[in-house]
């Protein structure tokens, strides 16, 4: 029982807004296919960090679900920035019983356990200006994050830390993230939502206040599960 980690798979099957477009985006559905069948096991968990699907609203994401859903393992969904379609928790759970998409989760204030971990986190922030809105959408982030690492620490079981967002970037932190990581004696946390080489140079990976960081964004990590444990 194997965990994995990938991010912004950025599916557009039942849309028509192709990835291909971007330089290393070729053929990227096929690979990333490809990729995770020699990998991921029936039995293996695949924390899937944000901008899943381009679809608008909740039922046009079947046809990128339904890919995901037919794909080995569990798979658990947190939020990105481009997730227009993500609604309330009982929303959505209620969308994936109704089609038969079973092996699919949503982590939205809770926690899942695997093996000696259990999976937490949200979308994150990265407050760019301090617009009375942005502060709103950070703070709601915060508590969100809070709110899963506790569930996760109830279990007894070390929590790992997912989120959409980098809290640091180029070497500026997201404080309030970080403080919720530090206060938690957070030991890993994975990341996604940035792209192209130039961010890849400016992306910090490695272990900043005790955290270990990494980048998991599809095109970095090649189109490829990465293996947390």
């Known amino acids: 029982m194997a965990l994995y980690a990938i991010g912004d798979l950025h599916l557009s099957i039942g849309e028509d807004k192709p990835m291909d477009v971007f330089a290393g985006w070729n053929d990227y559905v096929s690979r990333l296919k490809e990729n995770w069948e020699k990998l991921v096991t029936p039995g293996d968990t695949v924390v899937i960090a944000g901008d899943i699907s381009w679809a608008m609203k909740l ?24 997730d227009y379609w993500w609604g309330t928790k009982s929303k959505m759970e209620k969308y994936l019983a109704e089609n038969g998409l079973d092996s699919i989760s949503i982590l939205f204030n809770n926690t899942y356990t695997c093996g000696e971990f259990a999976v937490c986190g949200t979308r994150g922030w990265f407050l ?37 967002y980098p809290p640091y ?39 900043y206040k005790g955290v270990d960081f990494r980048l998991i964004s599809c095109d970095r990590v090649g189109f490829m599960p990465v293996l947390i444990r």
């Open 169 to 207: 970037f180029r070497g500026i932190e997201c404080k309030e993230i970080m403080d919720v990581l530090t206060e938690h004696n957070i030991k890993r946390c994975y990341y996604g939502h940035l792209h192209g080489r130039q961010n890849f140079k400016l992306a910090f990976e490695g272990e």
């Open 128 to 164: 760019e200006n301090d617009t009375p809105e942005d502060i709103k959408v950070l703070n709601r982030e915060v508590g969100r994050l809070r709110m899963s690492i506790d569930a996760a620490e109830q279990t007894g079981k070390e929590p790992v830390v997912f989120l959409h």
């Open 59 to 82: 039922e046009s994401t079947y046809e990128d679900f339904r890919f995901i859903d037919e794909l080995p393992g569990k798979k658990i969904f947190l939020k990105g920035n481009h």
